[in-house]
T-cell receptor, first 111, second 120 residues
């Protein structure tokens, strides 16, 4: 499977600022998910957006999906130091339950 | 809910040793479990898909005789790295999908905390 691309690879912001991460993919998808990984730990599911949805919110998270451009973005508003982690997009293709992960964005939020 | 427990969290052993990693779904039955490998500062790469009661499906380039997967029950899958060598050192992560999930179901995978394997 072809790995998705994410940008930026690394992002450093001040606490309170917003963080935006982007993900691009190459296939048709069922849905796209965003996960968070703290250093040396497993992944925590953040939010899932279906292929027929354009925007979704969950607390301080906002996800958009543009299937025409095969891209998604994750916005974290009013960032906190505890948001420091790596963030991965992951998607499953039509008819498949296997996830393909993007390369990830390492977010550092400076107190 | 939807907790996946992975054990051990860290293993350090000598070259040639076989290492078994367990992945358990604690509060749900997992029809399908996935095993991933993650190199430092890189993303997750799917190694194999494990279905309860049947043989695992391995991704291209993954040696099935090297990485033995057993999914004997709806709550347990194991990955055994046989005759491990330093190049097998990595972070291995499992995930599980509950019954009723499947293509287009919109249900997320639930991940274990990973196992850091270091082969000396």
């Amino acid at each position: 499977s072809q790995q998705g691309e994410e940008d930026p690879q690394a992002l450093s912001i001040q606490e309170g600022e917003n963080a935006t991460m982007n993900c691009s993919y190459k296939t048709s998808i069922n849905n796209l998910q965003w996960y968070r990984q703290n250093s040396g730990r497993g992944l925590v599911h953040l939010i899932l957006i279906r292929s027929n949805e354009r925007e979704k919110h969950s607390g301080r998270l906002r996800v958009t999906l543009d299937t025409s451009k095969k891209s998604s973005s994750l916005l974290i508003t009013a960032s906190r130091a505890a948001d420091t982690a790596s963030y991965f997009c992951a998607y499953s293709g039509a008819g498949s339950y296997q996830l393909t992960f993007g390369k990830g964005t390492k977010l550092s939020v400076i107190p | 809910g939807a907790v996946v427990s992975q054990h051990p969290s860290r293993v350090i052993c000598k070259s040639g040793t076989s290492v078994k990693i367990e992945c358990r779904s604690l509060d749900f039955q997992a029809t399908t479990m996935f095993w991933y490998r993650q190199f430092p500062k890189q993303s997750l790469m799917l190694m194999a898909t494990s279905n309860e009661g049947s043989k695992a499906t391995y991704e291209q380039g993954v040696e099935k005789d090297k990485f033995l997967i057993n999914h004997a029950s709806l709550t347990l899958s194991t990955l055994t790295v046989t005759s491990a060598h330093p190049e097998d050192s990595s972070f291995y992560i499992c995930s599980a999908e509950g019954q009723g999930a499947g293509p287009g179901s919109g249900q997320p995978q639930h991940f274990g905390d990973g196992t850091r394997l270091s082969i000396l």
